[in-house]
């Protein structure tokens, strides 16, 4: 089905482009074109920040509205996206690769969730308080939105990323400009008529498809108060200089290469854990930021465990990410699947142990796919065990005490995500606590929107979820008298 759009949602209204550039969206899974979209040009991101300023400065606007009305209409929009499940599923899989059962299950519903859970929030959190002076008086602590967003997403869960930003940007009153990636706009045409459906008001969402240039415009823009960066850690290096120099607000959701660290009694049965196993390490193709693409194995139980994920590697359905029963679909373009083949080979030359995998599926000829692939007697020095593949590429290191473990998953630039597996929790808390991450699970790894979420090192600043977001999208102001 093909999505061919010729306007761009800037201030509630979907406007003609200031150029006739578009961008041509392909499906990952059969390499066909599937849809195109303007690209938005500076003229458009300027057009989008004023729709953004007017909407924040306007006497009645959305930063005026009570807490109770902003709830009201997020959860307004929550609706609106609810009815679109099924629309905004297939765009995502049809765009970047990610089963349908996962597009399903998590981006096209996580987004209304949040929307909610922020609602829920507002409604509870008190913006401003008022206690003695502490050298006599009075003082009034207020916490106010800090102004207009400039939001960049990725395009491995296009939805929800920009859901991580919006939800707490609208809770807390700012307006956003949106830049989606050019891999994944297609799916941000249902989110804009979410958003007009819902009565948000024009101008507190826009959107502006485009690359990196687009990107960076919007970063620098003399309009933008805050920006708010999920992708790559070397793009948010540069992201986050231009903050600096611009002494902009900035939240970084960077690259990881978590560890997966498996006790030496964990159960390693794939009949009970396979699923929250493969949801650690896999999930989405391995496009996933958090994912624990490092398993570290005791030495006594090593062949235990390369046989495990030689197993679960081997049952998984690849396949074209509409069908139902696919689990591992194709990589989001033809230059990830270079990447990913890329540090497959390096694994190969440095010495590591091909277990399963490393080539293209031989029964599929259309498709950017990689098959699941797991490498065996990895050292932690080794490429594919310190860089970022973002493919469903295992790399298996042994480890000789729970001391060598924590050493290991520690020894990396990145922080962002991770695993304990063990019979015994408390057990398994002791080692997560030690180890260096913004977040981890036991047994499991799924990110909790109640639950700060983000990274440490070079995995990011700041963090998304949480009533700890709503406080990156607002600044305190304090009135002292007498
Ligand atoms: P990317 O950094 O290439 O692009 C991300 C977004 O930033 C895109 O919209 C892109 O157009 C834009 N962009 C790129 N360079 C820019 C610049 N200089 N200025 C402004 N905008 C710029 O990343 P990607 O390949 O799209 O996504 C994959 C990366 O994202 C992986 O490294 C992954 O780990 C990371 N990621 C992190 C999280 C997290 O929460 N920490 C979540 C998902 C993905």
Redesign the pocket.
Known sequence: MMTDHSTLFIGGEWVAPSSAQTITVISASTEEVIGSVPEAQEADVDAAVSAARSAFTDPDGWPTWSPEDRAAAMERFADALDKRIPEIARHISSQNGMPLTTSTQFEASFPALLLRYYAGVIREATFESEHPHLMGGRTVVRREPMGVVGA??????PQS?AAFKYAPALAAGCTLVI????ETVLDSIPLAEAVKEAGIPPGVINFVP???EV??Y??SHPGVDKIS????????R??GETCGRLLRPVTL????KSAAIILDDAELDLESMGQDLFQATMLNNGQ???LGTRILAPENRYDEVVDMFEALAGSLKVGNALEESTQIGPMASSAQRERVEGYIAKGRSEGARLVTGGGRPADQDKGWFVEPTIFADVDNNHTIAQE?I?GPVLSLIRYTDEADAVRIANDSEFG?GGSVWTKDRERGLGVARRVQTGTIGINQYLPDPKAP???VKA??LGR?LSPEALTHYQQYKSIFSA
């Open positions: 960049i997403v990725p395009w491995n869960f990323l830049k989606p990636s050019p485009g690359g990196r990107g960076a919007l970063v960066f999920t992708g790559s850690t070397a793009a948010g540069i992201i959701e960077l690259g990881g996933t930021c958090f970022e973002f962002l979420f983000g990274g995995s990011g998304e």
